[in-house]
């Protein structure tokens, strides 16, 4: 069976301690959030007003949207595209383009994202074009792609390839 493990005060106090640094701030902001005052610093009374002054604010709703939109199309085309290059790196050992492949999977990975941001950015602007909201869905689409195909190359390594043959006959 299982072992069973008793982490003792120490690791208690310590899981304590370690989960009130990260989510006592995100709490405060929370609450202040709620505060009728412009000023942080001063507590007036219990209020949703800001919530309120910024589903009506249309730049907000505007970007929220955007967001909303950009999330959708990146996953879903991330997705099928990072499935595509996961199972090319990890079945067809032969195709040639297989090492600049998967090195072109793993770069944007490497890179920090706002380095990969500030790249796109220069590499659209250095073509004569805006970046908008398809470039950024276009960003988004790479690094989401290249983090699928890292985890479909790695399963599909770990995998029975017998379960692929006889899966072809279903």
Excluded at 18 to 41: C, D, K, Y
Excluded at 62 to 87: D, E, K, P, R
Excluded at 92 to 111: D, N, Q, T
Aim: proline content about 3%.
């Amino acid at each position: 069976g299982a072992m069973k493990k008793n982490i003792g005060f120490v690791g208690i106090l310590s899981l304590a301690v370690g989960f009130s640094i990260l989510f006592l701030p995100v709490l405060t902001l929370i609450a202040f959030s709620f505060n009728e005052s412009r000023l942080i610093s001063e507590w007036i009374g219990f209020s949703g007003r800001w919530y309120i002054a910024l589903i009506q604010d249309d730049g907000f709703m505007n970007a929220a949207w955007n967001s909303v939109v950009v999330a959708f199309v990146s996953s879903t085309v991330g997705t099928g595209l990072g499935t595509a290059m996961g199972i090319a790196l990890a079945r067809l050992k032969g195709f040639r383009s297989r090492m600049l492949v998967a090195s072109m999977v793993y770069g944007p990975i490497l890179l920090p994202p706002v380095v990969m941001g500030l790249v796109l950015a220069v590499l659209v602007a250095t073509a004569g074009a805006r970046v908008g909201l398809a470039g950024i869905m276009i960003g988004h689409t790479v690094l989401a792609s290249c983090l699928v195909a890292i985890l479909v190359r790695a399963r599909l390594m770990l995998a029975d390839p017998f379960l692929e043959e006889v899966s072809i006959d279903l």
